[in-house]
């Protein structure tokens, strides 16, 4: 199974948005809405901002969305803050009983 | 609070094994599927394997299976990786990571364990 593909880096300064893609195949984003999206800062464990596609865990500001159209799925941050600088991963369902992960974006707030 | 402890991980040699452990608390463990994620140095996070709720059910990755094993003990709050025949390519922090939703798979993983790393080398 082939990783989701992401761009390596993603920049914005604060208060701008910035929208950072995923694109899968129709075997798996095109395909399931179990898409879901992580943020990881350096030596902590990934947390998750957005599953199924759009939705939010409570307690993860709404400055957090998701999206998908097609074989892509995205992740806009908006009103960039300092602490939103992190490396961000999606996942989706890949059909027959697997996971699959996105190679990673690392966003830099200017 | 809703936690998960991994522990386990060390220094093995190629071709030898290692068993990682993961303690869940502060949750029913035995509502919610659990899976590994693994994260290579400077990396990637790469799904491992999920168990479900109860036990019954195990998926795993191309990469791994034959090789490793998912389990789990209800009675005891504790989720297990036997991994065997250990490749330099296994080498990574592997985390558990709790389902987000109770008796589902694939809706997110929610929380995570900090990890625990294995290091495959000679």
């Known amino acids: 199974q082939s990783a989701l593909t992401q761009p390596p880096s993603a920049s914005g300064s604060p208060g701008q948005s910035v929208t950072i893609s995923c694109t899968g195949t129709?075997?798996?984003?095109?395909?399931?809405?179990?898409v879901s999206w992580y943020q990881q800062h350096p030596g902590k464990a990934p947390k998750l901002m957005i599953y199924?596609?759009?939705k939010r865990p409570s307690g993860v500001p709404d400055r957090f969305s998701g999206s998908k159209s097609g074989n892509t799925a995205s992740l806009t941050v908006s009103g960039l803050q300092a602490d939103d600088e992190a490396d961000y991963y999606c996942?989706?369902?890949?059909?027959?009983?697997?996971?699959?992960f996105g190679g990673g974006t690392k966003l830099t707030v200017l | 609070q809703v936690q998960l402890v991994e522990s386990g991980g060390g220094v093995v040699q190629p071709g030898r094994s290692l068993r990682l452990s993961c303690a869940a608390s502060?949750?029913?463990?035995?509502?919610?599927?659990v899976h590994w994620v693994r994260q290579a140095p400077g990396k990637g996070l790469q799904w491992v394997a999920v168990i479900s709720y109860d036990g019954s059910s195990k998926y795993y990755a191309d990469s791994v299976r034959g090789r490793f094993t998912i389990s789990r003990d209800n009675s005891k709050n504790m989720l297990y990786l036997q991994m065997n025949s250990l490749r330099g390519e296994d080498t990574a922090v592997y985390h558990c990571?709790?389902?987000?939703?109770?008796?589902?798979?694939?809706?997110?993983?929610?929380?995570w364990g900090q990890g625990t790393l294995v290091t495959v080398s000679s």
């Open positions: 199924e596609v759009s």
């Open positions: 990571a709790r389902e987000q939703r109770d008796f589902d798979y694939w809706t997110g993983y929610d929380p």
């Open positions: 996942s989706s369902y890949a059909g027959s009983n697997r996971g699959v």
């Open positions: 502060g949750f029913t463990f035995s509502s919610y599927s």
């Open positions: 129709s075997s798996d984003i095109g395909y399931y809405n179990y």
